[in-house]
């Protein structure tokens, strides 16, 4: 399926309904490991209620491991926070069912570049304790990391909990750089050039 670059959508469209219409156009579709059909996509203003329904779907690990200490529902300032997207320095992605027409969010990626090094960016990514081990989580990075390299990002940078050991694991084999930050919270840095280089290989 066709996509066009964020970059591209930045040039073209200088106003907001015409960008937010080209995002809704911006969409990828992948087949997870268990054959169901999901579809990528900018998560856009419109999927507040269904990112606030789907928060309280999240078992606890899965929130605690996303979001630190989290509450059991959403704010409206916290669902402020993370629907704020320019789609250049601060961009989500969604992971949808594409389900008898209905769009049904099991999965959210989403990059905020670092004020103070426009490189790099913070990335986080949650797919919903029922949807998991089925490669949602892997299609939406690898959707992420070709929207970051649109916008000029080369590094992306991730705190994981050390106690995710599974995950952790899966991050180094993918090629990335796990080191200590504040107590019990792994830094990850992964270098989205040599990612491409693996890619080539
Ligand atoms: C991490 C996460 C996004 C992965 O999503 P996913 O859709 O299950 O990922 P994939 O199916 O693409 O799995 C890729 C591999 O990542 C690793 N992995 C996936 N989920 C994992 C989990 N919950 N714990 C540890 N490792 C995990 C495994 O190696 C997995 O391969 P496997 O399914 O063959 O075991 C998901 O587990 C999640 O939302 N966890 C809670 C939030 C979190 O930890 N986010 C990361 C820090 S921001």
Do not use: K
Not at 37 to 66: F, G, H, K, M, N
Not at 147 to 176: C, K, P, Q, Y
């Amino acid at each position: 399926m066709t996509r066009r670059s964020g970059s591209e959508r930045s040039r073209r469209h200088s106003t907001t309904d015409g960008l937010a219409a080209d995002l809704r156009a911006s969409v990828r579709c992948h087949t997870a490991t268990d054959g169901q059909e999901i579809v990528v996509r900018p998560l856009l203003a419109t999927d507040r209620e269904q990112l606030a329904a789907r928060y309280e779907e999240l078992s606890s690990d899965a929130r605690r491991a996303r979001f630190g200490s989290p509450p059991d529902q959403l704010s409206a300032s916290e669902l402020d926070r993370l629907l704020d997207l320019d789609y250049d320095s601060r961009f989500a992605l969604a992971a949808l069912l594409a389900d008898d027409g209905d769009e049904r969010g099991v999965g959210v990626a989403r990059y905020a570049r670092h004020s103070d090094d426009p490189n790099t960016a913070e990335v986080a990514v949650v797919v919903l304790d029922a949807y998991q081990h089925r490669g949602i989580g892997t299609m939406l990075l690898a959707d992420l990391v070709e929207v970051a390299r649109d916008h000029g990002i080369g590094i992306f940078s991730a705190t994981v909990r050390w106690e995710n050991t599974a995950l952790l694991d899966a991050i180094r084999a993918a090629g990335a750089t796990v080191t200590p930050d504040e107590p019990g919270i792994a830094a990850v840095t992964y270098d989205l050039a040599e990612e491409r280089a693996r890619d080539r290989e």
